[in-house]
């Protein structure tokens, strides 16, 4: 009896306890949100104004102002910097446009207004008070969709993890670079865990000789939203557009310079090889921030550019990039072919590329707009058949001839589902027939060996036995 009127007593306390709290809470409406960064962001419509926040949009700069009692915030679409009434703050995440909505870190502004702010990992979702008024935010990505299996095909033992396209919507694929610079080396691990990836797998070859002048760059194709890191010709490259659909080809690329002269309207033309690269003796190579932080002029110009106009020409001694520019070093025979003595303080230069396949035909329509790219190869399958020709790619060591090795390759279905792999003891030949009967319409080898990598959500499914120096990752949007 005893025991019954003391749980009767604790069941009247748990009621009253949760009539108290309805009490407090007027209202409770639910959001959806998105984590980007390890930071959940929210859409700016809807949440906080519940809390009868003033809400105003700068369409001419993207600029944010939310108002509440004393409490003014100002931010600004892609900026790390925000101002809470007179103070200025760095975020650790930019506010963003996404589908044509504008989303704000959630913590950062909910507390700068003096919101309670509760993030439950558990269950992905974010609760807010303020004022009495209780609001759930929940993460619209926690249910990804992505299959992992360890199969046997053709008597080879398969890692796939296929990507459905509806999936890939809901993810951002971005090249990491270690160290965040073209040279850099980095353990796999922290690559994977400081970009917050969902799915990772190893990307392009690297000089791996610690001995040679550009040890540690790499031999591959890098687009990252929309901006070229890096070049390699003649390969196969892998081009994603913004709505995920991916197309692969063997590129060329051909750099295109343009320097306004004194009358307004001539432009000389001049000649640029490379992005990011170590030069030869005779080249034209521009540097971006990429690269890292100088580049030093030993008897030829380097050419200081920003806001598309040229700050500086040097011949001896470190140059700085700029963070809102880059760098053009000329060498040999080009210092005097694009005509240096042109090259003055105060003068407009930009440059531009063309894309072109192996046969010389114009690609511009189907990849200047290239969300992201990742070049590699050799090409595996193009347009649903195998298409394996190394030597039609410049490859001419046995490793990508003929030898067996650990392999890593990426491809894509005809219905846009992509398609993940790392296999051992395979040839590269055989990797193509593997990519083809897991129904790739393209497919493309990457680094392999000791760099063969493979991640997804939180299982690192094949390890690297090196550092690496560039990853293919998906974080969610």
Same mark, same amino acid.
């Given at each position: 009896?005893?025991?019954?009127?003391?749980?009767?007593?604790?069941?009247?306390?748990?009621?009253?306890?949760?009539?108290?709290?309805?009490?407090?809470?007027?209202?409770?409406?639910?959001?959806? #949100?998105?984590?980007?960064? #390890?930071?959940? =962001?929210?859409?700016?419509? *809807?949440?906080?104004?519940?809390?009868?926040?003033?809400?105003?949009?700068?369409?001419?700069?993207?600029?944010?102002?939310?108002?509440? &009692?004393?409490?003014?915030?100002?931010?600004?679409?892609?900026?790390?910097?925000? !101002?809470?009434?007179?103070?200025?703050?760095? %975020?650790?995440?930019?506010?963003?446009?996404?589908?044509?909505?504008?989303?704000? /870190?959630?913590?950062?502004?909910?507390?700068?207004?003096?919101?309670?702010?509760?993030?439950?990992?558990?269950?992905?979702?974010?609760?807010?008070?303020? @004022? &009495?008024?209780?609001?759930?935010?929940?993460?619209?990505?926690?249910?990804?969709?992505?299959?992992?299996?360890?199969?046997?095909?053709?008597?080879?033992?398969?890692?796939?993890?296929?990507?459905?396209?509806?999936?890939?919507?809901?993810?951002?694929?971005?090249?990491?670079?270690?160290?965040? +610079?073209?040279?850099?080396?980095?353990?796999?691990?922290?690559?994977?865990?400081?970009?917050?990836?969902?799915?990772?797998?190893?990307?392009?070859?690297? @000089?791996?000789?610690?001995?040679?002048?550009?040890?540690?760059?790499?031999? #591959?194709?890098?687009? @990252?939203?929309?901006?070229?890191?890096?070049?390699?010709?003649?390969?196969?490259? !892998?081009?994603?557009?913004?709505?995920?659909?991916?197309?692969?080809?063997?590129?060329?690329?051909?750099?295109?310079?343009? =320097?306004?002269?004194?009358?307004?309207?001539?432009?000389?033309?001049?000649?640029?090889?490379?992005?990011?690269?170590?030069?030869?003796?005779?080249?034209?190579?521009?540097?971006?921030?990429?690269?890292?932080?100088?580049?030093?002029?030993?008897?030829?110009?380097?050419?200081? $550019?920003?806001?598309? $106009?040229? +700050?500086?020409?040097?011949?001896?001694?470190?140059?700085?990039?700029?963070?809102?520019?880059?760098?053009?070093?000329?060498?040999?025979?080009?210092?005097?072919?694009?005509?240096?003595? @042109?090259?003055?303080?105060?003068?407009?230069?930009?440059?531009?590329?063309?894309?072109?396949?192996?046969?010389?035909?114009?690609?511009?329509?189907?990849?200047?707009?290239?969300?992201?790219?990742?070049?590699?190869?050799?090409?595996?399958?193009?347009?649903?058949?195998?298409?394996?020709?190394?030597?039609?790619?410049?490859?001419?060591?046995?490793?990508?001839?003929?030898?067996?090795?650990?392999?890593?390759?990426?491809?894509?279905?005809?219905?846009?589902?992509?398609?993940?792999?790392?296999? /051992?003891?395979?040839?590269?030949?055989?990797?193509?027939?593997?990519?083809?009967?897991?129904?790739?319409?393209?497919?493309?080898?990457?680094? *392999?060996?000791?760099?063969?990598?493979?991640? %997804?959500?939180?299982?690192?499914?094949?390890?690297?036995?090196?550092?690496?120096?560039?990853?293919?990752?998906?974080?969610?949007?």
């Amino acid at each position: 009896m005893k025991k019954i009127v003391k749980t009767l007593t604790i069941l009247i306390f748990i009621i009253f306890l949760i009539s108290i709290n309805s009490n407090l809470i007027e209202s409770q409406k639910i959001f959806y #949100g998105y984590i980007k960064n #390890g930071r959940f =962001l929210v859409p700016l419509r *809807g949440v906080f104004e519940e809390f009868g926040a003033e809400i105003y949009w700068y369409d001419e700069s993207q600029s944010i102002e939310i108002r509440l &009692n004393d409490t003014v915030i100002i931010m600004r679409v892609n900026y790390k910097y925000a !101002m809470v009434n007179d103070n200025v703050l760095i %975020l650790d995440v930019a506010p963003e446009i996404v589908q044509g909505r504008t989303y704000i /870190p959630l913590r950062f502004v909910g507390e700068s207004m003096g919101a309670y702010v509760e993030w439950n990992p558990s269950y992905m979702y974010a609760r807010i008070i303020y @004022n &009495n008024i209780e609001i759930i935010v929940k993460e619209k990505s926690k249910n990804i969709q992505i299959d992992y299996k360890y199969q046997k095909i053709y008597d080879y033992n398969v890692n796939v993890v296929k990507i459905p396209y509806s999936t890939l919507l809901e993810l951002e694929p971005r090249i990491v670079l270690a160290k965040n +610079k073209i040279n850099g080396r980095e353990d796999f691990k922290s690559i994977v865990e400081r970009s917050g990836a969902v799915v990772a797998i190893n990307g392009a070859f690297f @000089n791996t000789d610690e001995n040679q002048k550009d040890s540690n760059e790499p031999y #591959g194709f890098f687009i @990252n939203n929309g901006k070229i890191l890096h070049i390699t010709r003649n390969r196969a490259v !892998m081009f994603f557009t913004k709505d995920m659909k991916v197309i692969m080809n063997r590129v060329n690329i051909k750099f295109n310079g343009y =320097l306004k002269l004194p009358d307004s309207q001539r432009v000389q033309n001049f000649y640029i090889n490379k992005i990011n690269h170590t030069p030869d003796n005779n080249d034209v190579v521009i540097y971006t921030k990429e690269w890292g932080n100088v580049v030093r002029a030993d008897n030829f110009p380097v050419i200081t $550019v920003q806001n598309g $106009v040229i +700050k500086n020409v040097v011949w001896f001694g470190d140059v700085y990039i700029p963070n809102n520019g880059y760098l053009i070093l000329m060498k040999g025979v080009y210092i005097n072919d694009n005509k240096i003595e @042109n090259f003055l303080i105060n003068r407009e230069i930009w440059y531009d590329f063309d894309f072109f396949d192996n046969y010389g035909n114009n690609l511009n329509s189907l990849l200047k707009d290239s969300y992201l790219a990742m070049g590699c190869g050799p090409a595996l399958v193009i347009n649903g058949r195998v298409d394996f020709n190394p030597v039609l790619e410049d490859f001419d060591n046995e490793k990508i001839l003929s030898l067996k090795g650990q392999r890593s390759a990426i491809g894509v279905k005809n219905d846009g589902t992509l398609v993940l792999v790392t296999c /051992p003891n395979i040839t590269i030949s055989k990797l193509a027939e593997v990519m083809k009967y897991l129904g790739c319409y393209y497919a493309m080898n990457l680094d *392999g060996g000791a760099s063969s990598a493979l991640y %997804l959500n939180g299982k690192y499914i094949t390890y690297p036995g090196r550092l690496l120096n560039n990853v293919l990752v998906f974080v969610r949007k």
